[in-house]
Each structure stands twice: as structure tokens, then as C-alpha cells.
């Protein structure tokens, strides 16, 4: 299925639907001019409205972009299958491309902007001959806040739009917001070129890789997109505005763009306390973002505001606030069920899209693998192939998604729409890891955090194109989002400490070390609780840590392990285990990354990396948690 197909949507079909253009005169300009270039057969303005969304649902329905799933066990819900070479971002195909090379960094690929532009309109000429062209604004962020930011994509695909109606505040409200800051502007006299809205343009093309690429302009506010039709290289809110154009604002503007999650933990007292958390893509930050506590930990109440990026800035109190820009999940489906993830079964029960998953026989209903219930004896996998256990291949794919407006989500703040944010207590950094990190440890302080963070690792996985398993450096898991130069980044984490009186705590944790057999150690998901426990004691001063080379590591007396069955505490010391020989490895390891940063690298960071390796030539004092290290350096 694509959905590239020419349709005639408009006019007396829509019932009026689809013809209202907007009346920015910047907005309208750049959209007539994109439509002189790409030669639309018509071009389709979305309102966001309920109407509009059944509609643009049936139509794709009708064009075969979606199969309707059975209304009466999954209302609303749909299923879509991507083109088979095109099932997850594309990371070799992502350019920053600014002036310099040195502004994007070692970490970016890079081309010059000129170039880059007249190679891609080269492509987009013609592009969208017998398509339609859908525009779609939309908002980041809740509206009324001051860190909200307005995007327009102009796209060829249905699908697209569909999405980017479950995954951001689409349509008239986007337009309102727009037309405020216009007025702000002029009333202001504030003169800037810079656009007041991120253009996006984006085409399918025919879904060549050879002909993709995702290119983002960040001092034009500005992204292109063409060859794909997945996930994060064409929601053009997502990932690119949010993150890799957002990050760029952020570092100019002083707030901060970060792949995090947030959610809000009470406890029965009515403490409450917000956290945001950084894990790399595919590693947990749904599933963290939606937990359920154990038994043991009856009367706390885990709430989502966001599950994968955050928007942040000092307060006038001194801390700082975040907001969730999304409005929706474009979620990892394998391994969802009501074991790991009850609020994600429950969110994905209705108004959702699925992508790339398996379809069973009657087509009403879909699986994946992990899906609650039995496995079925036949189904039709992701490529629409027959499929049967014996096979031993996947049904669905590794990165099929599920695309759900946050509001089904039981466990949704409040705070998630509300305009000021919400005030940060800590920051978590995690990464994917068999061995060396343990289970959570804090930093010393907000530099030490920012080092910690900077030097983290990850195994990849299947949410970016490429192999899968390979520990790589992904500080602050923005590696692949990050727009502007790495070196600079950690510059601006360093001085945002300067507006901040009560800077967030920040921590380590690593949900995915194995022992010798590879078996995770950690039982994860709902007793990730007990790490967010001991985490929010540290907040308040209630818990003791033992101190360790790298950081401070729970007390076995300081964390609760009550009620759980199948855990020794002989994992948990396995789980909180510095090894020193193991930190040297990821002593060299860090290195590379910073060498590659060169002079952008903060004297700071490099200096923390010293200390590092000075700390793990002295075993602990009170030998606990450096037995290893003892044993390993004695001569
Ligand atoms: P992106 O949407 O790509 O940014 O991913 P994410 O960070 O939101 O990851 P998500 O929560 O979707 O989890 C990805 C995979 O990791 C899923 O297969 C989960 O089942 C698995 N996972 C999540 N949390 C845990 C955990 O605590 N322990 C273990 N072992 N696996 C987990
Ligand atoms: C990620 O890869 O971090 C995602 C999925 O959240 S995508 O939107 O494709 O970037
Ligand atoms: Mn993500």
C-alpha cells in the first residue's frame, strides 16, 4: 500500500471540506509557491475538525492507505502497511545543513544549504503531479504557553495527515496561534526575518531510497523531506521541529529541547513530584511514562504528561518547567500487553492507527509479538505474507507503531494541556546496556549530571534503519536529534545551570543489564517503581547512597524490594555493581566521542572525565560497592 494514489477528494465531494485557506500572508505565500514547485492536482487545507478526520479516514480507506479493523472489538481503528524498504528513520539520510559544517558537528551528517536545496527541488518539481497536496497546521506544545511553537507541512500523504492529527494539536488552533504571534510582531515592531512558523514540505517521490532524504534548515526554520513515508523522518512535528530544529531555538533562545518523557508521581501522602527521563529510541520511555506500581507501592499514582520529547525553560521560581509539545503517541507496539504496559492496551483499544503490524485472517483485528492471548495459528505478517508460527520469522515488525491521541491514555495528567508546565525535581539518563552501568546511580552535582549524561551509551534497535544491538555513544539520547554542533550542546546544558537556583537532580539507570545467561537481571516495567522510589527519596533527602567512582548507588537498606518474588539480593548487588575494569572500557569509549568534539568540547566535561579516571584508580572507602575494584587493581 502507498498512498500516493491521485484522488479526486474536493469542491462538491468534501461538502466544503478542505477549501478554507489560511489568511497569514507569509503562510499563504510560501504555500503558493511550494504548489508552483510541486504541481498539485489540488491541494487539501485541514481544519483539525472531527468532520474532516472521518472524511480523510474514509478516503484512505477508499484509496487503500487503511484497512477499517473491526469496529465493535477496536473502534476507530485502522491498519496501514508501509513500503517495505521504508520502516523506520533513516539516519544515514538526515542532514543538518547549516552554513558551516562545523555548526551541524562530527555528529551530523552535513551538506551545505544551498546545495541541499537545489538538489531537493530538483526532486520535489512535479512531485505532487496527480496527487493532492494537504496542508496541515499545527501546534507544538499546549496552547496559550509561551513555549508553544506553530509548523506547517505540506505533504503528499494521507497517511501523514492522519497521524499528524493524532500526534499534534492540528489545525484552526494552530492557525489562532499563529495569527497571535503575527500580532505580537507588529505590535511589538519586532523586526526579524525569522519565520514565524516551521515550513515543512514534504513528498513520498516514489519511495525510492535512493532518492530520500531529511533535511532540516534550522536557521530557516525550515525542513524537507522527500522518499519516505514512516514514522519520525516525515511527521515532520516530531522528531525534526521538536527536536532537531527545536534544539537549535533552544540553544539560541535559553530553554532546551530534549528526547524525554514526563510523567508525575504521587504519593499516598500527596507529595508530587515530576520527572523527565532521556532513554533512547526503543528503550523504555513509554513504558516508563505509563507505568503501573506494583502492590506493594498501592496508594501512588504514576501519570503521563509526555513520552518522548520535552520542552523545557527556568522558571521565575528558579526550577525547571516542562511541557509535553505532542498530543499523541507514536508508540513501539512489540511487547505492549497488560503485563508490561496496561495503560498502552488500553490507549491503543480505540482511535488508533497501527502500522506494520500482522493482520489476522478475518482482517477485523491485528497481533504482534508479545500481544496478550494466544499466538495465532495463521495471520498475514507486516508485508502481508502468509504467516505461521513454524516460520520463526516476525509477524509484525520490530518498529511497527501505533499512532493514539493521548487522551485515551487512562494514566494522562492533567498537566499534560496545561500552558506553564509543569517543575522538573529530577532528570533521568538511560541507555540499553548488558553490562558496566547499573541499575541507577546519581550524580554529584548539576556538571557531574551533565557528564553523566553526555557519555552515555545505548545498544541501537530497531527504531532507526541499520544493525541492531551495537552499543554506541547517544548522549542524552539526542544523538540522532540533536541540530546543531554535540560540543555546543553540552555547553548549553552547562549553562542553563546559571538560571536555574534548584536545578533537577540527575540520574542513571539501566533497566537492561543481563547476567551471564542473558536474562535481563531486572524485572523492569511496573518495578521500575522502586528505582523511581528511591529516586524521589534522594529528592527529599530521605535515602542513602553509597558513593562509587561513577556516582552514588542505593543502600540495599535504602531500597525497597519488598514483595518481590524471584529476585535475590544477589542480583541486586550484581544490579548496583561498579566494575572497575568495566568503567575503564567506558573511560576509552567516552573518549572517542569527546576527541571528535575538539575544541567544542566544555573544559568542564573534560575535566569531570579526569576525575573519572583518578576515582577508579582509588577503591572506595568503605569497600562495599568496589569490591571488584579492589580485586581488580590489586597488583
Ligand atoms: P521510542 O518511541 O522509539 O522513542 O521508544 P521508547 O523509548 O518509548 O521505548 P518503549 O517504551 O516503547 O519500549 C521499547 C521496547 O523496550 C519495548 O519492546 C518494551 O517492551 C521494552 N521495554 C520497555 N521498558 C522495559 C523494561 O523496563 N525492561 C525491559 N526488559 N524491557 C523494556
Ligand atoms: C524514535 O525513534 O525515537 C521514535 C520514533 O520516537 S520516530 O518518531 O520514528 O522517531
Ligand atoms: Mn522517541
Known amino acids: 500500500m502507498n498512498s500516493s494514489s491521485p484522488a479526486p477528494l474536493l469542491q462538491a465531494a468534501t461538502g466544503g471540506l478542505g477549501t478554507r485557506r489560511p489568511d497569514d ?8 509557491d511550494s504548489i508552483a514547485l510541486c504541481r498539485p492536482e489540488q491541494v487539501f487545507y485541514c481544519d483539525g475538525s472531527d468532520a474532516e478526520d472521518e472524511f480523510l479516514l474514509a478516503e484512505a480507506c477508499r484509496l487503500g492507505v487503511l484497512t477499517r479493523l473491526d469496529p465493535q472489538k477496536l473502534p476507530g481503528c485502522y491498519y496501514h502497511r508501509s513500503a517495505q524498504n521504508d520502516v523506520a528513520r533513516v539516519e544515514q539520510l538526515t542532514f543538518i545543513c547549516t552554513p558551516t559544517a562545523e555548526q551541524a558537528g562530527p555528529t551530523n551528517h552535513w551538506t551545505e544549504p544551498g546545495e541541499m536545496r537545489s538538489k531537493l527541488r530538483g526532486m520535489f518539481a512535479g512531485s505532487m503531479r496527480g496527487r493532492t497536496m494537504f496542508v496541515v497546521p499545527y501546534l507544538m506544545g499546549p496552547p496559550g504557553s509561551p513555549l508553544a511553537k506553530v509548523g506547517v507541512e505540506l505533504t503528499d500523504s494521507i497517511y501523514v495527515v492522519l497521524n499528524m492529527r493524532k500526534v499534534t494539536r492540528m489545525g484552526e488552533t494552530a492557525l489562532r496561534h499563529l495569527q497571535q504571534l503575527r500580532r505580537l510582531r507588529l505590535n511589538d515592531a519586532i523586526k526579524s526575518d525569522f519565520p514565524l512558523f516551521n515550513r515543512g514540505l514534504h513528498s513520498m517521490l516514489d519511495l525510492d531510497p535512493a532518492r530520500r532524504f531529511i533535511c532540516h534548515f534550522p536557521q530557516d526554520n525550515e525542513i524537507l523531506s522527500v522518499g519516505s513515508g514512516y514514522g519520525g523522518n516525515v511527521l515532520l512535528g516530531k522528531k525534526c521541529f521538536s527536536l532537531r530544529v527545536g534544539s537549535y531555538l533552544a540553544q539560541s533562545q535559553g530553554w532546551m529541547a530534549e528526547h524525554m518523557l514526563l510523567l508525575a508521581a504521587e504519593s499516598p501522602e500527596g507529595e508530587q513530584h515530576y520527572i523527565a527521563a532521556a532513554f533512547p529510541s526503543a528503550c523504555g520511555k513509554t513504558n516508563f511514562a505509563m507505568m503501573i506500581p506494583p502492590a506493594r507501592f498501592a496508594g501512588w499514582k504514576i501519570r503521563t504528561i509526555g513520552d518522548d520529547i520535552a520542552w523545557m525553560q527556568p522558571g521565575p521560581d528558579g526550577r525547571l518547567w516542562a511541557v509535553n509539545p505532542e498530543s499523541g503517541y507514536f508508540g513501539v507496539i512489540p511487547g505492549t500487553n497488560s503485563g508490561t504496559n496496561p495503560n498502552a492496551v488500553a490507549t491503543i483499544s ?19 509479538e508479545g500481544k496478550d492471548g ?8 507486516w508485508r502481508g505474507e502468509p504467516w505461521t508460527p513454524e516460520l520463526g520469522t516476525k509477524a509484525a515488525h520490530p518498529n511497527s507503531r501505533f499512532t493514539s491521541p493521548m487522551r485515551n491514555n487512562p494514566a494522562l495528567a492533567p498537566e499534560a494541556d496545561e500552558a506553564r508546565g509543569v517543575p522538573i525535581s529530577a532528570i533521568i539518563f538511560g541507555g540499553r546496556r548488558g553490562d558496566t ?13 551533565v557528564f553523566l549524561g553526555a557519555t552515555m551509551a545505548s545498544e541501537t534497535t530497531a527504531a532507526a534503519a541499520g544493525a541492531v544491538g551495537q552499543v554506541r555513544r547517544d548522549p542524552m539520547a539526542m544523538l540522532p536529534f540533536c541540530g546543531y554542533h554535540m560540543g555546543d550542546y553540552f555547553a548549553h546544558w552547562l549553562e542553563m545551570a546559571n538560571g536555574l537556583e534548584q536545578p533537577p537532580l540527575i540520574f542513571g539507570v539501566n533497566w537492561f543489564r543481563r547476567d551471564t545467561a542473558g536474562k535481563f537481571l531486572w524485572p523492569g516495567f ?3 517503581m522502586r528505582v523511581l522510589k528511591w529516586i524521589i527519596d534522594r529528592c527529599e533527602g530521605r535515602a542513602d547512597g553509597n558513593e562509587t567512582a561513577i556516582g552514588i548507588v542505593p543502600r540495599r537498606e535504602d531500597f525497597d524490594l519488598a514483595g518481590m518474588t524471584d529476585f535475590s539480593e544477589e542480583n541486586f548487588r ?5 566494575d572497575a575494569a568495566e568503567w575503564n572500557r567506558e573511560l576509552d569509549a567516552q573518549g572517542e566521542l569527546f576527541a571528535s568534539l575538539g575544541a567544542h568540547l566544555p573544559a568542564e566535561l573534560a575535566a569531570e572525565r579526569e576525575q573519572l579516571r583518578q576515582r577508579l584508580l582509588v577503591p572506595a572507602a568503605d ?7 579492589v580485586e581488580l587493581l590489586s597488583p
Open 623 to 629: 569497600g562495599s560497592p568496589s569490591d571488584d575494584a
Open 574 to 578: 550484581r544490579l548496583t555493581t561498579v
Open 25 to 32: 500572508p507569509e503562510l499563504v505565500a510560501w504555500i503558493d
Open 350 to 368: 480505540r482511535d488508533t492507527i497501527y502500522t506494520n503490524v500482522a493482520l489476522l485472517e478475518d482482517e477485523g483485528d491485528v497481533w504482534w
Open 374 to 381: 494466544p499466538v495465532p495459528a495463521r495471520c498475514a505478517d
Open 437 to 449: 552501568v547499573p541499575l541507577v546511580y546519581q550524580s554529584r552535582d548539576w556538571t557531574h549530571g
Open 526 to 528: 511496573g518495578e521500575n
